[in-house]
Protein backbone atom coordinates (compact mmCIF):
# COMPACT_ATOMS: atom_id res chain seq x y z
CA UNK A 1 0.00 0.00 0.00
CA UNK A 2 1.04 3.19 -0.87
CA UNK A 3 1.89 5.35 2.49
CA UNK A 4 3.61 8.31 3.57
CA UNK A 5 3.90 8.96 7.69
CA UNK A 6 4.39 11.86 9.29
CA UNK A 7 4.63 13.08 13.16
CA UNK A 8 1.34 15.81 13.00
CA UNK A 9 3.65 17.47 16.07
CA UNK A 10 2.76 20.12 16.71
CA UNK A 11 6.57 20.78 16.98
CA UNK A 12 7.73 24.34 19.12
CA UNK A 13 11.38 25.66 18.95
CA UNK A 14 12.65 28.54 19.44
CA UNK A 15 14.14 30.75 17.17
CA UNK A 16 17.63 29.77 15.84
CA UNK A 17 17.00 25.86 16.72
CA UNK A 18 18.12 23.82 13.90
CA UNK A 19 14.45 21.69 13.65
CA UNK A 20 14.56 18.32 12.42
CA UNK A 21 11.08 17.10 10.10
CA UNK A 22 10.89 13.34 9.26
CA UNK A 23 8.94 10.96 7.04
CA UNK A 24 8.51 7.17 6.46
CA UNK A 25 7.28 5.92 3.46
CA UNK A 26 6.31 2.18 2.19
CA UNK A 27 6.64 1.61 -1.37
CA UNK A 28 10.33 0.92 -1.79
CA UNK A 29 9.00 2.30 -6.00
CA UNK A 30 9.16 5.79 -4.53
CA UNK A 31 12.13 8.00 -6.37
CA UNK A 32 10.95 10.99 -5.72
CA UNK A 33 11.04 12.92 -2.95
CA UNK A 34 9.42 16.49 -1.97
CA UNK A 35 8.90 18.62 0.68
CA UNK A 36 5.96 21.43 0.17
CA UNK A 37 5.24 24.19 3.10
CA UNK A 38 1.66 25.12 3.93
CA UNK A 39 0.87 28.39 5.29
CA UNK A 40 -2.62 28.77 6.86
CA UNK A 41 -5.57 29.08 4.26
CA UNK A 42 -2.97 28.81 1.49
CA UNK A 43 -1.92 25.60 -0.92
CA UNK A 44 1.21 23.63 -0.37
CA UNK A 45 4.40 25.43 -1.50
CA UNK A 46 7.09 23.58 -2.86
CA UNK A 47 10.70 23.97 -0.81
CA UNK A 48 12.98 21.08 -2.53
CA UNK A 49 12.78 17.90 -4.21
CA UNK A 50 15.10 15.36 -4.23
CA UNK A 51 15.72 11.91 -5.63
CA UNK A 52 18.34 10.13 -4.53
CA UNK A 53 19.64 9.09 -1.19
CA UNK A 54 21.71 11.56 0.30
CA UNK A 55 21.46 15.43 1.34
CA UNK A 56 20.74 18.38 -0.65
CA UNK A 57 20.93 21.17 0.20
CA UNK A 58 19.52 24.76 -0.39
CA UNK A 59 20.28 27.78 2.09
CA UNK A 60 19.01 27.11 5.63
CA UNK A 61 16.92 23.63 4.32
CA UNK A 62 19.09 20.60 4.20
CA UNK A 63 16.54 17.50 2.51
CA UNK A 64 18.02 14.11 3.50
CA UNK A 65 16.47 11.18 2.25
CA UNK A 66 17.67 7.32 3.25
CA UNK A 67 15.93 4.66 0.46
CA UNK A 68 17.29 1.74 2.83
CA UNK A 69 15.41 2.80 5.42
CA UNK A 70 12.78 4.37 3.79
CA UNK A 71 12.93 7.57 5.81
CA UNK A 72 13.53 11.09 4.37
CA UNK A 73 14.26 14.03 6.57
CA UNK A 74 14.38 17.99 6.50
CA UNK A 75 16.12 20.24 7.93
CA UNK A 76 15.70 24.02 8.99
CA UNK A 77 19.06 25.87 10.22
CA UNK A 78 18.21 29.16 11.99
CA UNK A 79 14.66 28.87 12.37
CA UNK A 80 12.89 31.78 12.13
CA UNK A 81 9.07 32.72 13.44
CA UNK A 82 8.43 33.04 9.28
CA UNK A 83 9.21 29.43 9.28
CA UNK A 84 6.08 28.80 11.63
CA UNK A 85 4.02 26.86 9.17
CA UNK A 86 2.54 23.00 8.36
CA UNK A 87 5.72 20.79 6.36
CA UNK A 88 4.20 18.48 4.11
CA UNK A 89 6.73 15.50 2.70
CA UNK A 90 5.24 14.49 -0.62
CA UNK A 91 6.33 11.78 -3.08
CA UNK A 92 6.25 12.41 -6.73
CA UNK A 93 4.98 8.71 -8.80
CA UNK A 94 6.03 9.93 -12.84
CA UNK A 95 4.14 6.64 -14.19
CA UNK A 96 0.99 7.70 -12.08
CA UNK A 97 -0.16 10.89 -14.22
CA UNK A 98 2.43 12.80 -11.99
CA UNK A 99 0.60 11.92 -8.79
CA UNK A 100 1.39 13.21 -5.25
CA UNK A 101 0.93 11.44 -2.41
CA UNK A 102 1.49 13.63 1.18
CA UNK A 103 2.08 12.98 4.27
CA UNK A 104 -0.10 14.11 7.02
CA UNK A 105 2.31 17.20 7.92
CA UNK A 106 4.01 18.18 10.93
CA UNK A 107 2.65 21.82 12.56
CA UNK A 108 5.91 23.95 13.24
CA UNK A 109 5.96 26.59 15.46
CA UNK A 110 9.32 29.14 15.78
CA UNK A 111 9.17 31.19 19.19
CA UNK A 112 10.45 35.02 18.82
CA UNK B 1 5.03 36.14 -9.94
CA UNK B 2 2.66 33.85 -11.94
CA UNK B 3 0.33 31.96 -9.53
CA UNK B 4 -2.90 29.76 -9.78
CA UNK B 5 -5.98 31.34 -8.69
CA UNK B 6 -9.34 29.81 -7.70
CA UNK B 7 -12.76 30.71 -7.20
CA UNK B 8 -14.65 30.81 -4.86
CA UNK B 9 -12.80 30.88 -1.84
CA UNK B 10 -15.75 29.01 -0.05
CA UNK B 11 -18.77 27.41 -1.40
CA UNK B 12 -21.72 26.21 0.65
CA UNK B 13 -24.00 24.12 -0.76
CA UNK B 14 -26.80 21.59 -0.06
CA UNK B 15 -26.33 17.19 -0.31
CA UNK B 16 -27.07 16.76 -3.54
CA UNK B 17 -26.45 19.85 -5.19
CA UNK B 18 -24.23 20.40 -8.08
CA UNK B 19 -20.54 22.00 -7.70
CA UNK B 20 -17.99 23.86 -9.88
CA UNK B 21 -14.83 24.29 -8.22
CA UNK B 22 -12.80 27.15 -10.89
CA UNK B 23 -9.33 27.69 -11.30
CA UNK B 24 -7.14 29.44 -13.59
CA UNK B 25 -3.85 27.50 -14.29
CA UNK B 26 -0.31 29.29 -14.48
CA UNK B 27 -1.05 30.67 -18.07
CA UNK B 28 1.99 28.39 -20.20
CA UNK B 29 1.25 25.59 -18.11
CA UNK B 30 0.04 22.00 -19.64
CA UNK B 31 -0.55 20.10 -16.87
CA UNK B 32 -3.22 20.32 -14.21
CA UNK B 33 -4.00 18.96 -11.20
CA UNK B 34 -6.88 19.02 -8.47
CA UNK B 35 -6.45 17.44 -5.07
CA UNK B 36 -7.93 17.71 -1.96
CA UNK B 37 -7.48 17.64 2.19
CA UNK B 38 -10.83 16.98 4.31
CA UNK B 39 -10.06 18.76 7.47
CA UNK B 40 -7.54 17.75 10.13
CA UNK B 41 -6.38 14.58 7.09
CA UNK B 42 -3.71 14.07 4.50
CA UNK B 43 -3.92 15.85 1.16
CA UNK B 44 -5.20 13.75 -1.45
CA UNK B 45 -4.42 13.71 -5.17
CA UNK B 46 -7.75 13.36 -6.90
CA UNK B 47 -7.04 13.91 -10.37
CA UNK B 48 -4.47 15.00 -13.37
CA UNK B 49 -4.92 15.97 -17.01
CA UNK B 50 -3.22 17.04 -20.12
CA UNK B 51 -4.25 17.50 -23.52
CA UNK B 52 -7.69 17.67 -22.80
CA UNK B 53 -7.63 13.81 -21.14
CA UNK B 54 -7.93 12.64 -17.82
CA UNK B 55 -4.23 11.37 -16.98
CA UNK B 56 -4.67 9.60 -13.77
CA UNK B 57 -7.52 9.46 -11.48
CA UNK B 58 -7.50 8.02 -7.78
CA UNK B 59 -10.33 5.85 -6.42
CA UNK B 60 -11.84 9.20 -5.12
CA UNK B 61 -12.77 10.52 -8.47
CA UNK B 62 -15.58 8.78 -9.15
CA UNK B 63 -18.11 8.58 -11.46
CA UNK B 64 -19.56 11.88 -9.62
CA UNK B 65 -16.99 13.93 -10.28
CA UNK B 66 -15.60 15.67 -13.73
CA UNK B 67 -12.89 17.60 -14.80
CA UNK B 68 -13.09 19.93 -17.75
CA UNK B 69 -11.03 22.72 -19.82
CA UNK B 70 -14.05 24.32 -21.11
CA UNK B 71 -11.48 27.49 -22.50
CA UNK B 72 -7.35 28.31 -22.79
CA UNK B 73 -7.46 29.62 -19.33
CA UNK B 74 -10.35 28.05 -16.94
CA UNK B 75 -9.58 24.08 -15.58
CA UNK B 76 -13.01 23.06 -13.60
CA UNK B 77 -13.95 20.51 -11.22
CA UNK B 78 -17.53 19.73 -11.09
CA UNK B 79 -19.18 17.68 -8.60
CA UNK B 80 -22.26 16.15 -9.88
CA UNK B 81 -24.54 15.45 -6.29
CA UNK B 82 -22.91 16.54 -3.66
CA UNK B 83 -22.47 14.53 -0.24
CA UNK B 84 -21.35 15.41 3.49
CA UNK B 85 -18.10 13.57 2.76
CA UNK B 86 -17.18 15.95 0.48
CA UNK B 87 -16.97 18.69 2.26
CA UNK B 88 -12.76 19.52 1.92
CA UNK B 89 -10.61 21.90 1.14
CA UNK B 90 -10.08 21.61 -2.66
CA UNK B 91 -6.45 22.72 -4.26
CA UNK B 92 -5.74 23.08 -8.09
CA UNK B 93 -2.09 22.97 -8.85
CA UNK B 94 -0.37 23.15 -12.27
CA UNK B 95 3.04 22.28 -14.14
CA UNK B 96 4.41 22.73 -17.33
CA UNK B 97 5.31 19.59 -17.90
CA UNK B 98 5.43 16.23 -16.07
CA UNK B 99 9.42 16.31 -15.72
CA UNK B 100 10.65 15.44 -11.95
CA UNK B 101 12.05 18.27 -11.59
CA UNK B 102 9.10 20.33 -12.94
CA UNK B 103 7.40 22.10 -9.79
CA UNK B 104 3.71 21.51 -9.48
CA UNK B 105 2.30 25.05 -8.02
CA UNK B 106 -0.91 25.13 -5.88
CA UNK B 107 -3.76 27.60 -5.98
CA UNK B 108 -4.81 28.85 -2.46
CA UNK B 109 -7.98 26.39 -2.60
CA UNK B 110 -11.50 26.40 -2.14
CA UNK B 111 -13.27 25.41 0.75
CA UNK B 112 -16.43 23.42 0.27
CA UNK B 113 -18.79 22.79 3.04
CA UNK B 114 -21.83 20.48 2.03
CA UNK B 115 -24.87 20.58 4.51
Known amino acids: QKEVEQDPGPLSVPEGAIVSLNCTYSNSAFQYFMWYRQYSRKGPELLMY????GNKEDGRFTAQVDKSSKYISLFIRDSQPSDSATYLCAILELNAGNMLTFGGGTRLMVKP | EPEVTQTPSHQVTQMGQEVILRCVPI?????FYWYRQILGQKVEFLVSFYNNEISEKSEIFDDQFSVERPDGSNFTLKIRSTKLEDSAMYFC?????????????FGPGTRLTVL
Open chain 1, 50 to 53: TYSS
Open chain 2, 27 to 31: SNHLY
Open chain 2, 93 to 105: ASSGSTSSTDTQY
